[in-house]
C-alpha cells in the first residue's frame, strides 16, 4: 500500500504542488477513456482546468446542471511521474462522494472526502515510473467536482536524431522558470500546445509607461541543446516595454 499524506484544501493551489504539472489538465490533452455511470454529469468535466461551476436555477433532463461525474479511467495528457493528487468535491453539499481512490500501477488507499471541498494528497515516497492512464474510483457513488493529476512530464527522445524537436513545449519537459510580472495571464502559458484559444489563453504584463521598463520570462528547455560550443539550458524572452504574446518555440 502507497503511503499518502493529507492536506486540507486552503483555497488555490498547494504550495507543495505548484512547481508541478497537471498531467489530466484537458487543455494539454488528457482525455477521458470510460466511465462507469454518466447520468447526472459527465465524466470530462473532472479534468477541466478551469474551476467547477454550479447552477442550481438550470435544469437539464437528469435534473439541475451540475459539473460531477462511479468510476472513470483517464489518460493523461503526458507519460509522467506522479507525486500527488487534488480531488475537488466543489458545490456538492450533501452528495458528494463520499471515499475515493486512484489506481496505476500503485494504488491510492481509499480517503475520505468532505463535502464542496479540495482535498490534496501528496504521495510519501513517489518514484519516477512514467504513468500513461489513472482509473479514479468514488464509493459508493455521488459527485467529484474537479480531478488533477500532479507530477512531472518524462518525454521521450525522438528516434530520428535530425528530427527538429520544440525544446520551449510543455510535453517535453519545458516549463517556466521565472517570470517578472503575470498581471493579466500567466508565464506558463507560452509553453502550452496550440496556438491558444483568444488574448487571455497567453502571457499579457501589466501595462507601465515608467521609462526604460522591461518585462521578461525564462523558460528552462526540456534538455539541454549545443548549436555551437556552448550548452544553452534557458532561453530568455524580453518584452519592450510591456506587452505579451501566446507562445515560444524553440
Known amino acids: 500500500m502507497i503511503g499518502v499524506k493529507r492536506y486540507p484544501g486552503l483555497g488555490g493551489q498547494l504550495q507543495k504542488l505548484s512547481s508541478y504539472i497537471d498531467l489530466a ?3 494539454l490533452g488528457s482525455k477521458v477513456m470510460a466511465v462507469s455511470d454518466e447520468f447526472f454529469a459527465a465524466a470530462s468535466n473532472m479534468p477541466n482546468p478551469k474551476p467547477s461551476v454550479r447552477e442550481a436555477n438550470m435544469f437539464i433532463e437528469t435534473g439541475a446542471w451540475f459539473d460531477d461525474h462511479d468510476w472513470a479511467i483517464i ?7 506522479i507525486v500527488g493528487f487534488d480531488i475537488d468535491t466543489a458545490h456538492f453539499t450533501g452528495y458528494h462522494a463520499l471515499v475515493a481512490s486512484v489506481d496505476v500501477a500503485f494504488v491510492l488507499p481509499k480517503v475520505e472526502l468532505q463535502l464542496t471541498s479540495k482535498h490534496y494528497l501528496i504521495l510519501n515516497n513517489p518514484d519516477n515510473t512514467p504513468y500513461n492512464f489513472v482509473r479514479i474510483s468514488q464509493y459508493p457513488d455521488g459527485g467529484i467536482a474537479r480531478f488533477r493529476v500532479y507530477g512531472s512530464i518524462l518525454p521521450m527522445s525522438p528516434g530520428d ?5 520544440d525544446l520551449a513545449y510543455i510535453g517535453n519537459g519545458a516549463c517556466v522558470f521565472v517570470s517578472s510580472n503575470d498581471y493579466f495571464s500567466p508565464a506558463s502559458s507560452v509553453v502550452l500546445p496550440t496556438r491558444g484559444e483568444n488574448m487571455g489563453d497567453g502571457w499579457e504584463t501589466k501595462h507601465s509607461r515608467t521609462p526604460g521598463h522591461i518585462d521578461y520570462l525564462i523558460v528552462e528547455l526540456g534538455a539541454p541543446v549545443a548549436p555551437t560550443d556552448k550548452v544553452f539550458t534557458h532561453v530568455r524572452a524580453t518584452l519592450y516595454p510591456d506587452g505579451g504574446f501566446k507562445r515560444l518555440r524553440v
Not at 489518460?75 to 511521474?81: D, E, I, N, P, R
Not at 536524431?161 to 524537436?165: A, D, I, P, T, Y
Open 25 to 27: 489538465n484537458s487543455k
Open 75 to 81: 489518460q493523461l495528457a503526458f507519460a509522467g511521474s
Open 161 to 165: 536524431k535530425n528530427e527538429l524537436v
